[in-house]
């Protein structure tokens, strides 16, 4: 039987998603026409051709001025604008519920969050330490203002929020002021889907609750009259490509009152006086929106999203779940001829409760860690685009790699010259520990051909031997302009 066929059997479901192979063929086709094996999905989507000819058709047809002016260019504008705010809503099933504040991007929105929630002494943030550095900034924000800042650990190794001290962290809030728990609803290094009830939990102790949701909406269906965070971040090129520079906030109507905007900018006030020192900001989306909205590009979510509907979420889902439990599968079963594993994976074994987000280190036949980024340049020339570094999620990195608070001390010692990989280099010293691994991560386009081709290349390192798979060809001087991200 070949791979694919015992894919096939293992995975029937598989087949009821062929639709998405048509889509592939006519919609991807630049990816096999070069030979791309494209497994980055969770650095940022991949979009259909007739996404970008929509979107140019539209601005062939007409002119559009900045919005928000009486004018015909103007309010052609706001329209397509506001269009594309009420597609948002309607596709998150928070129409009526939610505001919808467009942002550059998720970090844009996660920012917004942390710099008008207000932090207090007595109030508290709880992040999990699985979290993008985009929340992890967020605790900046309530430092400066007095608030007491927890991080709820993970379990090992599958590094999923440890329910029980969340509990215990959680009960500490004092309901009179201020709180607010913050967590991805899926890791952006792991791929662990975290459980969405934590939401109820967190609100029954007075919190209020941020959902990091960028790379969970990708391939999971987000329903907002289902579950009832406070705030959503996302980023429409991770779920599908195009564009980039938009993303949105996603604010429940009964929490907009507790944020406290920390300054006011054009576009965001009904009213501003110089004399008077004063402003009144808008309400609603408009008073979080700074200035020129990216305009033009935001009928191009509208377009995605329908893109993303005709794709079928919950079809997706399904495939990226027979794609994920294959590649675990077959990566653990990845021996070197004296038995060793080739791989060791971060994150739940099996595709239960967990998205299309692998993350991994390989090995040597006599056990030695083979250096990530030698991974990514070999991966590279066979046509393999994948991600290394810790994937701006320190925390889970750090578990996942049995870093201690020493070690990040010592890292932290080198002050402002410190990057990844002069970080590598003092882990190096102090015995060989490794924060960083190698990131594959599945989506709309993903069929069983890219996982084939990427399994095919990881069994390319069976029984090798670090000095045969050799050292990183680029000058580690050259990687300080590599910065960890995404
Ligand atoms: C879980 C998660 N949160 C936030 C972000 C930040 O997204 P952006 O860089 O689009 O602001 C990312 C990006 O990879 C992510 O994966």
Not at 253 to 268: E, H, K, Q, S, V
């Amino acid at each position: 039987m070949t791979d694919v066929a015992r894919f096939l059997s293992s995975y029937p479901a598989y087949v009821s998603t062929s639709a998405l192979d048509e889509l592939r063929a006519s919609e991807y086709g630049r990816l096999d026409a070069r030979g791309t094996v494209y497994l980055d999905y969770t650095g940022g989507g991949l979009h259909a051709d007739s996404q970008v000819r929509e979107h140019a058709a539209l601005l062939g047809a007409q002119a559009f001025g900045n919005p928000h002016s009486a004018s015909p260019t103007s309010t052609a504008m706001t329209d397509a604008v506001e269009r594309g705010r009420a597609k948002v809503l309607e596709y998150f099933n928070g129409t009526g519920e939610y505001t919808a504040v467009f942002t550059l991007n998720a970090s844009g929105a996660l920012k917004l969050v942390g710099e008008s929630y207000p932090f207090e002494p007595g109030g508290r943030l709880l992040l999990t330490v699985d979290n993008h550095n985009s929340v992890n900034g967020i605790r900046e924000f309530a430092r400066t203002k007095g608030a007491t800042v927890d991080y709820a650990p993970l379990t090992t190794p599958d590094l999923r929020i440890d329910r029980p001290a969340a509990d215990a962290l959680l009960a500490r809030a004092d309901p009179a002021h201020a709180n607010l728990f913050a967590f991805p609803a899926q890791s952006n290094f792991s791929g662990v889907k975290h459980p969405l009830d934590l939401i109820d939990a967190a609100h029954a102790r007075g919190w209020q609750v941020l959902v990091d949701a960028a790379a969970f909406v990708p391939t999971n269906r987000l329903d907002l009259r289902l579950v009832s965070p406070d705030f959503v971040a996302v980023s429409f090129y991770k779920m599908f490509g195009y564009p980039t520079g938009v993303g949105c906030l996603l604010i429940r109507n009964t929490a907009i009152a507790t944020l406290r905007r920390p300054w006011f900018a054009g576009g965001t006030v009904n009213f501003a006086t110089v004399q008077g020192r004063g402003h009144v900001l808008a309400p609603r989306e408009a008073g979080f929106e700074d200035g020129t909205l990216n305009y033009l590009s935001i009928p191009a979510v509208e377009i995605g999203l329908r893109h993303l509907e005709r794709a079928g979420i919950d079809t997706i889902q399904t495939r990226i779940g027979c794609l994920t439990g294959w590649l675990l599968t077959e990566l653990q079963a990845l021996r070197h001829g004296n038995g060793r594993p080739v791989v060791r994976l971060y994150g739940p074994a099996t595709s239960e409760d967990r998205g299309g987000t692998v993350t991994m280190n390989f090995y040597d036949a006599d056990g030695a860690l083979l250096d990530f980024r030698r991974i990514e340049e070999l991966a590279g020339r066979d046509g393999i685009s994948l991600r290394t570094g810790c994937f701006c999620n320190p925390g889970a990195g750090e578990t996942a790699g049995d870093l201690t608070e020493d070690d990040m001390r010592a890292g932290l010692a080198e002050g402002a010259d410190l990057t990844l990989p002069r970080f590598l280099q003092v882990m190096q010293q102090r015995g060989g520990k490794s924060l960083g691994a190698i990131r594959v991560s599945l989506g709309l386009a993903s069929t069983i051909a890219d996982v084939d081709r990427f399994l095919q290349f990881a069994s390319g390192f069976r029984d090798q031997t670090s000095s045969a798979v050799g050292a990183l060809t680029i000058d580690d001087a050259n990687c300080r302009v590599i910065r960890d991200g995404s």
